[in-house]
T-cell receptor
Framework: SQQGEEDPQALSIQEGENATMNCSYK?????LQWYRQNSGRGLVHLIL?????REKHSGRLRVTLDTSKKSSSLLITASRAADTASYFC???????????FGKGITLSVRP | ETGVTQTPRHLVMGMTNKKSLKCEQH?????MYWYKQSAKKPLELMFV???????ENNSVPSRFSPECPNSSHLFLHLHTLQPEDSALYLC????????????FGSGTRLTVV
């Protein structure tokens, strides 16, 4: 069953602008992860935030987690054309570290 | 290269064929996964293996048959597939510590004709 739902489904921005993507989920989680996928390729792990963390940074990425609202956001600052890809949130909610993914957000960064 | 290698990258097969997808990782991960990715749908978890033992079968039809001979290799045997099984099949492995991110292979693009 789907756990994470990303919003918006598609986002188009100009190079240099910031991109904000949101994810909502339904059940309690151990952690939430964001992945990136270039067309026709596998997913690449970007960042993991644990349920007891509220914010995390990695380079141009900033992730927030609000467990009371069951939501997370991924901010990409100073976007580049190479950031064009699909972005997925995934939740780890139970045994076996099984991840459940959303449908993804398609980000287009115009040069 | 991510450390998880999937072969073949592309596969076209008829509905009466039998084929196998292969996944290999040498990252020391104990868990391996098969996911199916279809257009406009969330990734669907198919199978989970922990220490070579299957721990999850997510109601996958029996025409998909997984095999995990050791913790580094994972196969997905395919037979009598349907056109709706056409999709990108992704293999992933997970870290030994709980909460590690997955490492994905590049996937096998499967077309059933």
């Amino acid at each position: 069953s789907q756990q994470g739902e990303e919003d918006p489904q598609a986002l188009s921005i100009q190079e240099g602008e910031n991109a904000t993507m949101n994810c909502s989920y339904k059940t309690s989680i151990n952690n939430l992860q964001w992945y990136r996928q270039n067309s026709g390729r596998g997913l690449v792990h970007l960042i993991l935030i644990r349920s007891n963390e509220r914010e995390k940074h990695s380079g141009r990425l900033r992730v927030t987690l609000d467990t009371s609202k069951k939501s997370s956001s991924l901010l990409i600052t100073a976007s580049r054309a190479a950031d064009t890809a699909s972005y997925f949130c995934a939740t780890d909610a139970g045994a076996n570290s099984k991840l459940t993914f959303g449908k993804g957000i398609t980000l287009s960064v115009r040069p | 290269e991510t450390g998880v290698t999937q072969t073949p990258r592309h596969l076209v097969m008829g509905m009466t064929n039998k084929k196998s997808l292969k996944c290999e990782q040498h990252l020391g991960h104990n868990a391996m996964y098969w996911y199916k990715q279809s257009a406009k749908k969330p990734l669907e978890l198919m199978f989970v293996y922990n220490f070579k033992e299957q721990t999850e079968n997510n109601s996958v039809p029996s025409r998909f048959s997984p095999e995990c001979p050791n913790s580094s290799h994972l196969f997905l045997h395919l037979h009598t597939l349907q056109p709706e099984d056409s999709a990108l099949y992704l293999c992933a492995s997970g870290g030994t510590a709980r909460g590690d991110g997955y490492t994905f292979g590049s996937g096998t693009r499967l077309t059933v004709v």
